[in-house]
């Protein structure tokens, strides 16, 4: 019997263009897994093509992330100027003054077998509970500007919430790159200017750098951001446009000086058109300001920004363009584009990392050998694309679920026409305060809810299973969450004086007090 040598059809030579964020994502993970195996891995960026330099906000998946490449979480912190993140906090989006929190942590817990929320609209409709976010501990965390690390133990309500970070996106991508040379990618500075395909299949065999340099490789991994250069430029792969949806197209971005302290969160404050960005890193400030130029001309969206902020500048202001969308296909012949390249959605809910890291996490488990698969590719392009979507329709909600009428932008996206299977979830929550729960979500029901409730999509009812708690019970199920929270939350330390304990030199002591 013949055997086959696998090592033939072995993937030899990768090549990553791009050192953004993604790229060093993908360099890292890379590394990290194939450290010892005969996997060539080599990364080219150039100087000249500036990355986007934004992407600061994260959700928690991030530190299972970390913890897959074994990164020590301080000394992460201390390299990126890292601060911890309980949540989102929306100012304006239901209607002009309503603030509410999107917190990575449960609402109270099940009780007779129903979602603690079921039993809240419940409450709430005999007036017997105040707002949601009392019975969350991560939104009191969140409302008071403390922190402490979860605690393991299921039985603790100091394990009912879970955190992500911020932190200075070059600075990411630096600490990723030293991680990814330690493991031997090898660096390449250059400017790719040719990319050569087989005549007949079409793949990528080699690119050209201006230096005249010539890099062949198996598997291209295309980390070009918006230019798309293997993915769209070479490969044609075409992208769906998903702006009649989410139609925000550009944002102004500028760092200032931190004022207000360090509250363990993103801050996302709606506009007239859009919004606003306000994320504490230990030594400075992002802002950013998400509009649609089919609302709001470029110098206005620039005065609303710098009308906006805390301090004084620390840089000059950016102007970013995008088309949120994401590629037909993710992964085509034998490139996979990772990051900008294979789609957007706008920050709102600090998605794009996370997305990359899926995509990576994919890609290693999909790992092809130069057979090149149509099945491995279509599983990735259908896991990828059910992720943007799903990602997608949670956006949408933000901007459809609101009262606002003071602009032409928020009569349009009130009155839009939103996808069917968000029309679906809306629906089913509004009977009977049902979130749908799909296997495989990267949203899960405490958003869903967090967002609904905050921006005041209420049910017409709830799970009948809530009445078999009486009206007595009911109110003392409200009073007993919302008692043992607040006394957690008491005792935690502010989260800048947490920070300043857990990183020192982090944060300085007036704004540790915060
Ligand atoms: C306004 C805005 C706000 C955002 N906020 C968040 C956030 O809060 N949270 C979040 O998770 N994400 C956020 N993102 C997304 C996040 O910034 C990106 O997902 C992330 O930075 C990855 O970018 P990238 O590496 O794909 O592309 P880029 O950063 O654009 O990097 C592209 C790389 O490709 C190289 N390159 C391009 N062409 C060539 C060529 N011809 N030859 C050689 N090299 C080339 C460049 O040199 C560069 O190194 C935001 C994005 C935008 C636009």
Not at 140 to 155: H, S, V, Y
Not at 272 to 295: C, D, E, M, T
Not at 388 to 402: G, K, N, P, S
Request: with cysteine; net charge negative.
């Amino acid at each position: 019997m013949k055997v086959t040598d696998c090592n033939d059809k072995k993937i030899k030579r990768v090549l990553i263009v791009g050192g953004g964020t993604s790229g060093w994502i993908a360099a890292a993970s890379l590394s990290h897994l194939y450290n010892h195996a005969d996997l060539n891995i080599r990364l080219v960026e150039s100087q000249e093509i500036a990355t986007v330099g934004v992407g600061e906000a994260t959700v928690p998946h991030i530190r299972y992330f970390n913890a897959r490449l074994g990164l020590d979480e301080r000394e992460f912190m201390k390299s990126t100027q890292a601060t911890f993140k309980l949540g989102n906090e929306f100012r304006n989006w239901g209607r002009e003054g309503l603030r509410y929190a999107h917190p990575f942590g449960a609402f109270g817990e099940s009780v007779a077998g129903v979602g603690f929320h079921h039993h809240w609209v419940r409450a709430h409709k005999k007036g017997l509970a105040s707002e949601i976010g009392d019975y969350a501990l991560s939104v009191q965390m969140m409302n008071k500007g403390r922190f402490a690390l979860p605690d393991k133990d299921p039985q603790s309500v100091l394990s009912t919430f879970s955190y992500a970070y911020q932190f200075d996106a070059y600075l990411y991508a630096a600490y990723l790159r030293k991680y990814s040379e330690a493991r031997g990618v090898v660096r390449t500075e250059g400017k790719v200017t040719h990319v050569e395909q087989h005549p007949e299949t079409g793949d990528v065999t080699a690119i050209q750098l201006a230096s005249g340099e010539r890099i062949v490789a198996d598997l291209f991994i295309d980390c070009t951001g918006f230019h798309g250069l293997l993915i769209e430029q070479t490969l044609k792969t075409g992208y769906e446009d998903w702006s009649h949806w989410l139609p925000n197209d550009r944002a102004w971005a500028v760092n200032c000086e931190i004022r207000e302290g360090h509250l363990p969160l993103t801050r996302n404050t709606a506009h007239k058109v859009g919004w606003q960005w306000r994320i504490p890193l230990q030594h400075r400030l992002g802002n950013g300001y998400v509009h649609s130029s089919a609302f709001i001309d470029e110098q206005d969206a620039l005065d609303t920004l710098m009308n906006n902020l805390e301090g004084p500048t620390l840089t000059e202001p950016k102007l970013l363009k995008f088309v949120t969308g994401k590629r037909k296909k993710q992964w085509n012949k034998n490139v996979v584009a990772i990051g900008l390249s294979s789609g957007f959605l706008e920050p709102l809910e600090s998605t794009s990392i996370h997305l990359i890291h899926l995509a990576v996490t994919n890609l290693v488990e999909m790992f092809p050998d130069k057979d090149f698969r149509d099945e491995d590719r279509d599983e990735y392009n259908r896991i990828m694309s059910m992720e943007y979507t799903r990602v997608r329709d949670f956006l949408i909600l933000h901007y459809h679920a609101t009262e606002r009428t003071d602009s032409e932008f928020w009569n349009y996206c009130r009155t839009m026409e939103i996808p069917d299977a968000l029309k679906y979830e809306m629906d089913l929550f509004r009977q009977r305060a049902v979130v749908v729960n799909y296997k495989q979500k990267f949203f899960l029901e405490p958003s869903w809810l967090s967002v609904y409730f905050g921006q005041g999509v209420m049910p017409d009812s709830y799970d009948p299973l809530s009445e078999r708690l009486n009206d007595a019970e009911l109110e003392a199920l409200m009073v007993h969450t919302k008692s043992r929270i607040d006394q957690a939350v008491d005792a935690m330390p502010s989260n800048g004086a947490f920070l300043e304990a857990y990183c020192p030199g982090s944060v300085t002591p007036e704004k540790a007090l915060h």
